[in-house]
């Protein structure tokens, strides 16, 4: 478990830096309230590995594609999800096995589904601007 104290968009990178450290869990779940800063991580780490998109909240879409060279990171909002049933509608667990980056906001109904090492972020709002971030492996 690694703690981050995050005060500005320009201070995920170490972070970043950590999640890339573990380059066989390409899952990664976000935890924390509204507002926390999981799509503002979203988007942070897209641009680091070097997408040419805008992140942006798959609130609506469920899920969005971020093309980073010949990889893809697929960043899913589960918040409006209510069954697995609709999650594994959206053929969930095909993109489990894709091999790419997978992000994960409101990953609570898909935690039983998820058979392999993931990493997850738990967010906490410390004030208006600062963030702390609990990164923790599950292997």
Known sequence: ???????????????????????DNKLIILN??????????TKQFVQFLGSKDTASSPTFSLVNSYSIGPNTVYHFDLY??????????LGFEEYLDNGYYI????????IPLLQEKYLSLEFHILNSTSRKITL????
């Open 1 to 23: 478990m690694q703690e981050f104290t995050v005060n500005s968009l320009e201070e995920y990178s170490p972070l970043i830096q950590a999640i890339l450290d573990h380059s």
């Open 32 to 41: 924390g309230e509204l507002g926390s800063g999981k799509t503002s991580f």
């Open 80 to 89: 409006r999800i209510k069954t697995i049933d609709e999650l594994l509608d």
């Open 103 to 110: 992000i994960i906001e409101w990953p609570e109904l898909a």
């Open 136 to 139: 923790t492996a599950h292997e």
